[in-house]
């Protein structure tokens, strides 16, 4: 399973809450995605590409797509997480009003409920129980997913069994690649945040 964090946005470049606002890629992220859908198809022959239904994953998951020769199938398990009240301020906005909240969001992210909105063990769940209906409708293929920061940090703390705390402690840039072998007995992460392919 390949997961990949969408492309580049304008709200990627100044900090907000993007959660569940529909926000397309920038011209950067465009071509983030392009490279992305090359390097996959250099590596693997998935059999399925997946995507949050936000457009900016949406886009990406185009360009990967297109290059695999697939169509998308939106999966809205891996869509991004709730900010609710907080969706399009910047941190500093959101601290005037819930100065302790966003300390925690930084600090201890999973003691966070956002008003209106998600709490981080919710997206978790359902990335979770989203991962584990594709491993079985893909036994021993390769598939693409192609979702959002928080979704994808959440799920890997989920298959390692490690707390929620520490979801800033993975990194995540955009059109990473993530690489979750579930072929063998247990759950291997075999790689996390990479972008070499991004570099030339």
């Not at 990406?60 to 399009?88: M, N």
Request: hydrophobic share 40%; proline share 4%.
């Amino acid at each position: 399973m390949i997961f990949v964090r969408h492309g580049e946005t304008a709200w990627n470049r100044v900090e907000r809450f993007r959660g569940q606002y529909d926000i397309p890629l920038n011209e950067t992220g465009m071509e983030q995605a392009k490279k992305t859908g090359q390097q996959i198809v250099k590596r693997w022959r998935p059999a399925a590409v997946y995507s949050s239904p936000l457009a900016r994953a949406r886009q990406t998951a185009e360009r990967i797509a297109a290059a695999c020769g697939l169509a998308v199938e939106p999966e809205i398990g891996i869509t991004d997480i709730d900010y609710g009240d907080w969706q399009g301020l910047t941190p500093d906005a959101a601290r005037e009003r819930w100065p302790k909240s966003v300390e925690n969001w930084f600090r201890l992210p999973g003691t966070v409920h956002f008003p209106n909105g998600d709490r981080l063990i919710d997206v978790q769940q359902r990335a979770l129980t989203t991962f584990s209906e594709l491993t079985e409708r893909h036994d021993n293929q390769e598939i693409v997913l192609i979702s959002h920061t928080v979704v994808i940090r959440a799920l890997l703390l989920g298959l390692l069994e490690a707390d929620l705390n520490r979801l800033w402690h993975i990194g995540q840039e955009p059109c990473a690649i993530n690489v979750i072998d579930y072929s063998t007995e247990r759950t291997i992460i075999e790689s996390i945040n990479c972008v070499d392919h991004l570099m030339d």
